[in-house]
């Protein structure tokens, strides 16, 4: 238990920080930015599948069409979120990230209604709604609608989905998610390059650095939450991810100096008030819903 809280809290305390890693690239566009995370993505994660000798666990993971189809949606979609939260990072829309992944749950949860015909109870719909108003809320405040919220909360909830058909070990996952993309992402960069239109070359040594190490903080966060999945319940893991989100407002508001209004207050509100009734409903339903152990049935009888 101890030993999954800590991946748990280092894994979304990654994720929270990864504003702070992007920003480092400001005069990179986002594109380029993607394209050198998916390649050296690739490549870290290929150095791991050497050292531990899985490349043959790798080939036989693809089982079917449908799972091949489900692993490039995987990649299409983590992509996608992946330049979504690039460009929003380096154009002071951190804000907006933090207020997608804190719906990012809630969406998952209404894609499981709409796809795997999952059941929802009145919490749960209670949270969707006070989420639905919060949304509505900052939209018609602002006259537009937080399109990258949206769309980093909707990329990810459908890359959730797709998991959940694929099943499939971490650093596997992102090795077959990175490889769809991988060719597409070396061709981009060389284009770059022959047209004279890259930037890397721009970077001061230690940007360097820290650009080729972007396949470590792709992979390793991954790495971590899987770790933590299999120490706790999914419970403590829902409740452990807004941290990522949190870390993430607080550096839009006291490092990067974004506003922070009543009208973000009211909207956050809204979507906080959502989590606590989401993560309070859900863990009374699961201990509703857990089997009764018959010696302790029993013991209590007696």
């Not at 979504?84 to 990072?89: G, K, L, Q, S, Y």
């Not at 956050?268 to 009374?284: D, E, K, Q």
């Amino acid at each position: 238990m101890r030993q999954g809280i800590i991946y748990a809290s280092v894994a979304y305390l990654a994720w929270g920080l990864l504003p702070l890693y992007w920003k480092l690239f400001q005069t990179m566009g986002a594109w380029e930015i993607l394209a050198h995370r998916i390649v050296w993505s690739i490549i870290f994660v290929a150095i791991i599948i050497q050292v531990t000798k899985r490349w043959r666990s790798m080939w036989k993971a693809v089982t079917g069409f449908k799972m091949f189809g489900a692993l490039a949606m995987c990649s299409l979609l983590i992509s996608a979120n992946w330049l979504i939260f690039i460009w929003a990072v380096n154009n002071d829309q951190v804000m907006q990230t933090s207020l997608g992944y804190y719906m990012n749950p809630l969406i998952t949860v209404l894609l499981g209604v709409l796809f795997l015909k999952e059941k929802m109870h009145a919490g749960q719909w209670l949270a969707l709604i006070l989420a639905a108003f919060g949304v509505m809320f900052i939209t018609f405040q602002y006259g537009e609608i937080p399109w990258v919220s949206l769309s980093l909360a909707l990329t990810f909830a459908f890359y959730s989905l797709a998991k959940k058909i694929v099943r499939m070990e971490a650093m596997i996952g992102l090795a077959w998610e990175t490889l769809f993309v991988a060719p597409i992402a070396f061709g981009y960069l060389l284009m770059l390059q022959v047209n004279g239109t890259e930037t890397m070359s721009s970077l001061t040594w230690w940007q360097l650095v820290l650009l080729t190490l972007a396949g470590v903080a792709t992979a390793m966060p991954l790495y971590w939450f899987a770790q933590a999945t299999t120490r706790l319940p999914l419970s403590v893991v829902g409740f452990i991810q807004y941290l990522a989100p949190t870390i993430s407002l607080l550096s839009a508001v006291f490092l990067f100096g974004e506003p922070f209004t009543q009208t973000h207050l009211i909207s956050f509100g809204f979507i906080w008030s959502a989590l606590i009734v989401f993560t309070v409903s859900s863990v009374r339903m699961k201990r509703r819903a857990a089997p009764i152990n018959p010696e302790v049935a029993i013991k209590k009888q007696a």
